[in-house]
């Protein structure tokens, strides 16, 4: 069982930024794809940022694209989300997530993901 901590969040004004770090102790992030949800109050929990840990390579919702960077570092097995010019409308619980192996299927679904963070809140005020 993998178990992931994160750490970061907070509250901050609309066009500030914030950034969330995403932690394996004791375990590697080896060829599977790691990332960020959120949910806000009534709202379906989605999809923000994921890296797959082989290549490095990023995927990003449209909705934050060019205002958060997501990034490995293998030496820490940490991930963080660098999240830039926010705006309230992000503000959420972001979880992290991770996959056993590589995402086959959608990688925005949070059905392909097999561990889960206990959530950081996040919240933007105007």
């Known amino acids: 069982q993998v178990q992931l901590v994160e750490s970061g969040g907070g509250s901050v004004q609309a066009g500030g930024s914030l950034g969330l770090s995403c932690a394996a102790p004791?375990?590697?992030?080896?060829?599977?794809?790691i990332g960020w949800f959120r949910q806000a109050p009534g709202k379906e929990r989605e999809g923000v940022a994921f890296i797959y840990t082989a290549d490095g390579h990023t995927y990003y919702a449209a909705f934050v694209k060019g205002r958060f960077t997501i990034s490995q570092d293998n030496a820490k097995n940490t991930v963080t989300l660098q999240m830039n010019s926010l705006k309230p409308e992000d503000s959420a619980m972001y979880y992290c997530?991770?996959?056993?192996?590589?995402?086959?299927?959608?990688?925005?679904?949070?059905?392909?993901?097999?561990?889960w963070g206990q959530g950081t809140q996040v919240t933007v005020t105007v």
């Open positions: 004791g375990n590697s992030y080896i060829s599977n794809h």
């Open positions: 997530a991770a996959s056993r192996g590589r995402v086959r299927g959608n990688i925005f679904s949070r059905w392909e993901y097999d561990y």
